[in-house]
């Protein structure tokens, strides 16, 4: 120990410290996401000894191929529900919440607690509770349904359906997370603004609201939004739990398709180029949120 | 106006509760089929809440049905991924933070970037690292994937970046070690750091299905969320209570973490929203 000069001790102090981390990342991160880029490339299967590369025959094979397409579409629709869905929703619950806490702020706890629940549960388990809700003959919804004389829906097993029926659980999940983004951004407004529009004349709910609070909670609502986004796309457990991609690839989304593709048909080439296309995608959603992140900070 | 404020209050006051029992629904209807009686599962008619508390079914759900070593796995899983998590990002963390060295900048724009990666794009190649090693169905495939995270490391870099340095040049003099100064002095700093990442960390590897679905065919190893579909495809709609006690049980343990630490979950949660 006494052998080795101060700096060499140091450097060694460095290493031991920070080594760990860097190396684990190297090897779980990055080293895989280089061989992925590598993989969709070629023509590889789980357990073939050789392969041949055919350039973007794969990611030509994801954006003509009907299951390709559909796997696309599809999860841009789910998007494309969640994301008006959840945000609105959120933002109407934590505009209640927000002013029921004047009045009665244990009853808005509570509240805040009811719609914040799905967060916090295992999605598979209540993917499977959901199954029992939505069951065709045993299920609460088609029962009640039944009971005011409507035509029972068969939520999951109909293929016009089944996409918007995982929508609704995917902005069930969802509510109460934007809810608290949303309370935290209107902690944020200073009441004077509140005290200025009334002067103003412009005190009424609905005009405060347009004129104080809808402007001065726009960088929130747009992290709201992209960050709803982001977790949308890798939509995966309710399908895998409730559908599987079915029926007839009605609910196919893309990380099922690349979970299906790569692990089910060992195709892993298809696979990876699936999960190229997924991983752009959300490229472009993070660099987008770090940049309202950013946004927001500076913001005033 | 005050007539105008009430109903405004009333109309609030609906539309939440509508809301609060929509999102309820899947919760009552799961305790209420683990509380009933095998016949009034099956009835027909619409019927809420079950009409006698049935225990039956939790009875069978941990007696005869691997739930309970599910939720052993889950706990080793999801506490053996935390503790490495831990273990390496906080000397990391210190690292960035309190010590001048060559490949700081490097160390921390590779943080940066590993940020942006999803898990499931890095799946495939470590799927094909695992079976080229025989990892695959053992503990070291569900926690090992999850060691390296940058989201630890860049929160608890935030955290460490705002003590004082001479804190740590003190415990120096006093003739501390390097690793000592990281584990007494920086961690305990940094603790309510550890806690909001431990939250993110546990609430996301418990409710994983994602990566337990591709590393481990072998029930005996299932993660919650694995052995819930395990059990469900078993009975087949046979013993529909039981498989609803069985779901109460795995959504338990949060639910009541979160109704514990109503304060901490959302921020922990919410922090972890900042990880792509």
Known sequence: ????????????????????????????????????????????????????????????KLFSSTLGRKAITNTLIYVAVVIPGSVVLGLLVALGLHRMNHWAPRLSNVFRTVYFLPVAATLVAMSVAWQMVLHPSLGVVNQGLVAVNLPPQNWLGDRGLVLYTLSIIGIWQTVGYNMVLFLAGLLAIPDELYDAAEVDGAGSPWSSFWTVTWPMLGPTTLFVMVITAANAFRVFETVATLTKGGPAFASDTLVYALYREGFVYFKAGYSSAITIVFFAILLVLTLLQFRVVERKVHYR | MTFNRFLGRALSLTLLTLGAVAILLPFIWMLSLA????????????????????????VVALTETDVPRYLLNGLIVVFGILAFQILFSVPCAFALTQRRFAGRTLIFGMVLAALLVPFHVTAIPIFLGFAQLGLLNSYWALILPFIPTAFGIFLFRQFLAQV???????????????????????????????????????????????????????????????????????????DVGALMAATVLITAPLVLAFLFAQRKFPQGLATGGLKG
């Open chain 1, 1 to 60: 120990m006494t052998a080795l000069s101060l700096a060499t001790r140091e450097r060694l102090t460095d290493i031991w410290l920070a080594g760990p981390a860097t190396l684990a990342m190297v090897v779980f991160i990055f080293l895989p996401v280089a061989i992925v880029a590598m993989l969709s490339l070629t023509d590889y299967q789980f357990g073939a000894t050789t392969f041949s590369w055919i350039g973007l025959e794969n990611y030509q």
């Open chain 2, 35 to 58: 509380f009933k009686p095998q016949d009034e599962i099956f009835s027909a008619s619409i019927q809420l809440l079950p009409s006698s508390i049935e225990w039956r079914n939790f």
């Open chain 2, 164 to 238: 004082p340095a001479e804190l740590f040049d003190a415990a120096r003099v006093d003739g501390l070690s390097e690793t000592a100064i990281v584990w007494r002095i920086a961690f305990p700093l940094a603790l309510p750091a550890a806690t909001a990442f431990a939250i993110f960390s546990i609430t996301a590897h418990w409710n994983d299905l994602f990566w337990p679905l591709i590393a481990t065919t072998d029930p005996h190893l299932a993660t919650p969320p694995r052995g819930i579909l395990f059990f469900r495809d078993e009975e087949s709609g046979n």
